[in-house]
């Protein structure tokens, strides 16, 4: 018997384009309704409040995610719907559970929430958050989410507490928790609080080393996922296979990729997705 090949192992995502504000909303929809159709197993939108230079290829957000996922809920079926990555500790966190347990629900169980710490000092100090703490608070938001998702009783701590009060909605089902980066702090901050790990910017070696580290770091099932990106190009293209497949021949359980601006993404999505063999 033939051993399973690794490719069609490694579930495909895509990320959204949320770069530029002249993007008809439709699209999204158009996008998404896309995806879900050539197997696509999660869709994400990225996260930014108020950037320091005009949404385009370094910050996207430009519609917010949770809204924008709920939207998406209610016109698809099966595809999974995140956040890759919401900026956690810009955040109020008890806003930020109730959005996530309600988008949880309203979505039959399908999302899921990826936050990360940011890395914008400029779009900390436009909206009075402070970036020095931002690894510290990111992880006492995801304990926070914990307790009030699972827990019960007071939460006690450093920044964020409650003596009493009740959360509802409670997820029917998990709510699946994933980090993104690629630093060792992000590493750690998933062994410890998430389902899963999302790495960006790396090569198929820098993606094994780090799952590796992962490993080391917990005994837990966290699931080894990264994000990748085409935007054009014949050279380009041949690139991004090769690395998908790389990706999915050390392991990664799913690769995200982003297509570029909105502008020909769907034909882009559709031609990588049948070059990796994921075309249903």
């Not at 296979?241 to 790389?246: E, I, N, P």
Request: glycine share 12%.
């Amino acid at each position: 018997m033939s051993e399973p090949d690794p490719v069609t192992a490694t579930r495909f995502q895509v990320v959204l384009p949320d770069e530029s504000p002249a993007m008809p909303p439709r699209v999204l929809t158009d996008l998404a309704l896309r995806a879900e159709a050539l197997g696509a197993d999660t869709l994400w939108l990225p996260d930014h409040l108020l950037p320091p230079e005009p949404y385009g290829t370094t910050f996207g957000g430009v519609y917010e995610p949770l809204v924008t996922l709920a939207h998406l809920a209610a016109r698809t079926e099966r595809v999974r719907l995140g956040t890759s990555v919401l900026v956690a500790p810009m955040r109020d966190p008890f806003t930020l559970a109730k959005q996530a347990a309600t988008l949880h629900a309203l979505s039959g169980g399908r999302f899921v929430l990826g936050v990360g710490v940011g890395w914008s000092r400029e779009e900390f100090a436009a909206v009075g958050a402070d970036f020095a703490t931002r690894g510290a608070r990111t992880d006492e938001v995801l304990r926070l989410l914990r307790h009030l998702f699972e827990g019960e009783g007071p939460f006690r701590g450093r920044f964020h507490s409650y003596e009493q009060g009740m959360f509802e909605p409670r997820p029917a089902s998990p709510l699946p928790l994933t980090v993104g980066g690629a630093s060792e702090p992000a590493l750690a901050r998933a062994a410890a609080l998430g389902e899963a790990w999302q790495g960006v910017g790396l090569d198929a070696a820098g993606f094994a080393r780090r799952r590796d580290r992962l490993r080391e770091l917990t005994g837990r099932p966290v699931r080894a996922q990264t994000r990748i990106a085409w935007a054009g190009g014949e050279a380009e293209f041949e690139r991004a296979v090769d690395l998908y497949r790389g990706l999915a021949r050390e392991g990664a359980d799913a690769v995200a990729v982003w297509f570029g601006e909105w502008e020909g993404f769907g034909g882009r999505m559709e031609r990588l997705a049948a070059a990796v063999r994921r075309t249903p």
